[in-house]
């Protein structure tokens, strides 16, 4: 679109002759910045989507199902005992510089993992299990394990080319910007799109890698423009500056809704919320810590609470009815989730009797208080400052404890914060969210005793990952289980029978899965596809499915939004009225007025 | 006040030069003294900023638990330590930003030139616009213009920036009904075009003017406001009588006298804003996702970026205490009457 946007000065003629070989470029507004495009260093989804268009990985997850599909690794075999994993690499993948891409290159990649401090931040998990890598030929890669692991089909490591990484040593890569300025060139990988411009902070641009192993995609190229606010990006997909708008929140997205030209389509997500509760903070040594309130290690009280909360009022309320009701902690769009039969329902006077059965009474004031008098029930909250969602839900939570006999005070806090206080203990209840990965096992490891908080050195203690307090001894034997477990449909089975009993003991009451809420302008790209088949999202999918599968609408459908310099004399003609307007009416005013004082 | 000014320079210029000199030079010191005294402060104000910069690694899944001990050691170093680090490279000349992992001063510095540009077109026009309003919406006080001119600067001076920012994208970058939208929403540059050619210029300028307008309406008011307000102060001044006296024409008066006593403060002003608005621009900036210094400020406080931070509140001190001195000195230049 280059050409197009010089519309201050070069004379319309210029734009014209440069329409009809104009590069078909899919441009994509996000609000999120990458924050590094060293593999190595980035943490945000748009450095993992920059990436996903520059690397290949060994194995991908499909698009249907996020099942693991081949990649680099045209297929691969284990051994008997599950040990030792055979992957075969496809020998017609290139690098953006025309090196091929060989085993050594995949082998080098790993080891790099295994050997590397800044490296196994990103990987570390995929490569806990793997003894060594070693490529045995140009198209053999051996790993032998430590243990066996269901993790080796899904080895998303960007595979990077030896000819340029084994120039940065281990202490330069955590300062490698991996641009293409940088030094050695940055960006090079063997994925469909190749890095063009990198300038941080405003946007990246991608071509088309004509020498692609797999279909080569039809677009020329794809480019992504970062906006800081979200309104801005909206009146972007609007006027046509860019294709897609990424992530857009709910209030913004129903105004698209019925506009001309412009798909707004909401996604199911693996991303959800909860409500946690403090059923016991203490250290991974057993040590207990914080100030939770006794009530909440009763099981029969956090039922209770459950009862007491209308997940579809939430769903309705807090995400204009984006999302659906929350269950389990594997989300409903993997196979892996387990639905209870027989789900807590909202039921107020169930909650009432349940409270009264187990023997905490109401005082005068209302308020239960425990069963021998003491402690009255009354909880410290907490909801995310970043998430209106999160304040409104704790708003509601109020209100509906309050008709249980519980009494509660909020605060809104900072994620950095809430990450201290779920740490340290001192929280009652609060509202937080996870977004879950295709494999369940990190999901499914947040609940095991191990990650419970711990202590450092100086007396500072940090929050693991398990913010309930949840320790199980059942469901940490099955964790490990799952966790070796290379038969797919058994390991479900017990993933599922892990989500059954959180559920079943109330550690965490899942309160929605929230849509995801993209749009996109139908006059310009078709073709898109979801993950999952046919409800999930259409970018930002474990995958480069539509931006390898996206055609123009029609031909030359890009001209139509080139005409900036008609556009600026119109536009121009516009604005000198409406100020000639607002200033004739100013004029006017002041000059009736003084006759107004006059009479 | 009675005497013209301007013989009174001239004849008070010449011996006093000895006197401009020093004052420059106090100016310059006392200057160097704020600076030291704001990087000291700057440490301690960032760490008193709540919250847990190692909270961002809990997003990554993988990150291992010796890993974010490590990165949480670091930021726990005892304050002390942390000072004598801080002190040993006050500048952050070797830092390296957290967020996103470059020298800070790279980052610095890549952002730099989108302010500079913003803030030079927001300045020349607020400064030209609004200064010519002020001078003749005061000189001729009570009349249609000045009535008019003080309603729409009253009306642009209480505009939060960010609303006309909206506002300005609605209607300019989008269009209003058969109207096109002609200017872009976002960004300052194209991507696939270098900065330093004529398309490049081309192409910066049209990013440039929904944010230069954002942020001169508002400075256009106020400086026209400030000019408007000096002027009216003059208007009754006996140097002005005389003058008028000796038969100058009317706005040779207003031209030679009224107006070169009228714009001191208005000068003053426009430097101290200049210094303000290079970290100031922040709300404009985010709103048209212009990548300068006010928006990296947004997301290094965002990102609890703390080596960033101070690279950028260095900036912001050194740009305040740079522009402060050269107000003084043009002040000075000007009014010999202030170098004491």
């Not at chain 1, 053999?140 to 595979?159: Q, S």
């Not at chain 1, 997205?253 to 389509?265: K, P, Q, T, W, Y």
């Not at chain 1, 029978?497 to 965490?508: E, F, I, V």
């Not at chain 2, 398309?199 to 400030?226: F, K, M, N, Q, R």
Request: with cysteine; charged share 20%; net charge negative.
């Amino acid at each position: 679109m280059g050409a197009s946007l010089s519309g201050l000065g070069a004379g319309p003629v210029a734009a014209e002759s440069a329409s009809p070989d104009e590069e078909l470029i899919f441009r994509v507004g996000v609000l999120q910045d990458v924050d590094n495009l060293n593999p190595f260093k980035g943490i945000t989804a748009a450095a993992y989507e920059t990436w996903a268009l520059m690397y290949d990985s060994l194995t991908g997850y499909a698009a249907e199902d996020f099942s693991p599909v081949p990649r680099l690794a045209e297929s691969w075999e284990q051994s008997d005992d599950g040990l030792t994993w055979t992957y075969t690499i496809r020998d017609d993948a290139v690098f953006h510089d025309g090196e091929p891409l060989t085993a050594d290159d995949v082998a080098y990649t790993f080891n790099r993992v295994l050997d590397g401090k800044v490296e196994q931040t990103n990987y570390g998990s995929y490569v806990a299990q793997i003894e060594s890598v070693e490529a045995t030929d140009d198209t053999t890669v051996v790993m032998t394990l430590k243990k066996p692991t269901p993790i080796m089909e899904r080895l998303a490591v960007p595979i990077l080319p030896k000819h340029i990484w084994s120039k940065i040593d281990d202490d330069e890569v955590a300062e490698y910007t991996n641009e293409p300025d940088a030094d050695p060139p940055g960006g090079i990988g063997s994925g469909p799109f190749v890095l063009e411009e990198a300038r941080e902070g405003q946007f990246y641009r991608f071509s088309t890698n004509e020498d692609y192993w797999g279909e080569v995609p039809v677009i020329d190229g794809v480019e992504y423009r970062f906006y800081r606010s979200a309104d801005a990006m909206v009146q972007a997909l609007k006027n046509g500056e860019i294709d897609f708008a990424d992530d857009i929140d709910a209030p913004l997205f129903d105004a698209l809704e019925g506009e001309e030209d412009i798909e707004a389509r909401d996604s199911v997500y693996y991303g959800w919320n909860y409500l946690t509760f403090n059923s016991g903070a203490a250290l991974t040594d057993g040590t207990p810590i914080g100030t939770g309130h006794p009530s909440l290690k009763d099981p029969r009280v956090r039922l209770a609470i459950h009862h007491a909360v209308d997940k579809e009022v939430l769903v309705d309320r807090t995400l204009g009815g984006r999302g659906s009701p929350g269950t389990t902690i594997i989300p409903p769009l993997y196979p892996e989730h387990a639905e209870p039969a027989d789900p807590v329902t909202y039921d107020p006077a169930e909650a009432n009797r349940i409270l009264d059965e187990a023997g905490y009474a109401r005082g005068q004031d209302g308020i239960r208080t425990m069963p021998d008098g003491s402690n009255p029930l009354v909880y410290q909250m907490y909801s995310r400052q970043n998430s209106e969602t999160s304040q409104s839900t704790i708003q509601f939570l109020q209100g509906w404890l309050e008709e249980i006999g519980i009494d509660s005070t909020a605060e809104v806090v900072s994620e950095g914060r809430l990450y201290e206080i779920a740490g340290e203990g001192t929280f009652d209840m609060y509202e937080w969210g996870w977004v879950s990965e295709p494999d369940p096992d990190y999901q499914l490891s947040t609940m095991t005793c191990r990650q419970f908080s711990y202590e450092v050195a100086n007396g500072t203690v940090y929050a693991g990952l398990n913010d309930a307090f949840y320790c199980d001894q059942e469901y940490d034997r099955l964790y490990q289980q799952q966790a070796t477990e290379l038969d797919s449909e058994r390991r479900t089975e017990i993933a599922q029978r892990m989500q059954l009993m959180l559920y079943d003991s109330n550690a965490y009451i899942v309160t929605e899965y929230y849509n995801y809420l993209q749009a996109y302008r139908t006059d310009r790209f078709t073709g898109f596809v979801p993950q999952p088949d046919p409800d999930g999202a259409i970018l930002f999918q474990y995958g480069t499915y539509s931006y390898l599968n996206i055609e123009p609408v029609t031909e030359g459908a890009a001209s139509s939004d080139d005409g900036p310099s008609p556009g600026l004399i119109v536009g121009g003609v516009a604005g000198a009225a409406v100020v000639a307007g607002l200033t004739l009416w100013l004029v006017g005013r002041s000059r009736r007025s003084p006759h107004a004082d006059v009479e | 006040m009675a005497v013209d000014t301007a013989t009174a320079v001239a004849a008070s210029a010449a011996p006093r030069t000895g006197g401009l000199r020093r004052f420059v030079g106090y100016r310059l010191l006392s200057g160097l003294g704020t600076l030291v005294f704001v990087l000291l402060f700057n440490f301690f104000l960032f760490r008193m900023l709540p919250g847990d910069p190692a909270a961002r690694y809990r997003a990554v899944k993988n990150i291992s638990a010796a890993d974010l001990a490590r990165i949480r050691a670091e930021l726990n170093a005892p304050l002390l330590q942390q000072f004598w680090d801080y002190l040993r490279d006050p500048l952050a000349l070797n830092g390296i930003s957290a967020w996103k992992g470059q020298p800070v001063w790279d980052l610095v510095g890549g952002r730099a030139w989108p302010t500079v540009v913003l803030l030079g077109a927001s300045t020349v026009v607020s400064v030209l616009i609004g200064v010519w309003v002020g001078i003749k919406a005061g000189w001729n006080r009570g009349s249609r213009f000045d009535k008019v001119s003080t309603g729409v600067t009253l009306l642009f001076y209480a505009t939060p920036e960010f609303w006309l920012g909206l506002l300005l994208i609605m209607c300019l970058s989008s269009g209003i009904g058969p109207f096109p939208g002609i200017f872009p929403s976002g960004g300052v540059i194209d991507s696939g075009i270098e900065p330093l050619s004529v398309d490049g210029a081309l192409s910066v300028a049209e990013h440039t003017v929904l944010p230069a307008t954002a942020l001169g309406a508002v400075y256009l008011a106020e400086y026209s406001l400030i000019m408007r307000a000096s002027m009216v102060d003059e208007l009754g001044q006996e140097y002005l009588t005389t003058a008028r006296a000796k038969g100058l024409m009317d706005h040779a008066v207003r031209r030679r006298h009224a107006v070169p006593n009228a714009s001191l403060p208005t000068i003053t002003l426009i430097f101290l804003n200049i210094g303000f608005i290079i970290g100031g621009a922040i709300t404009v900036e985010t709103v048209f996702s212009y990548p300068g210094l006010g928006l990296l400020t947004f997301e290094a406080v965002s990102e609890q970026d703390f080596v960033l931070m101070q690279a950028l509140f260095l900036v912001f001190t050194g740009s305040v205490i740079a522009f402060n001195i050269v107000a003084d000195i043009i002040i000075a230049v000007l009014d010999p009457r202030i170098r004491t």
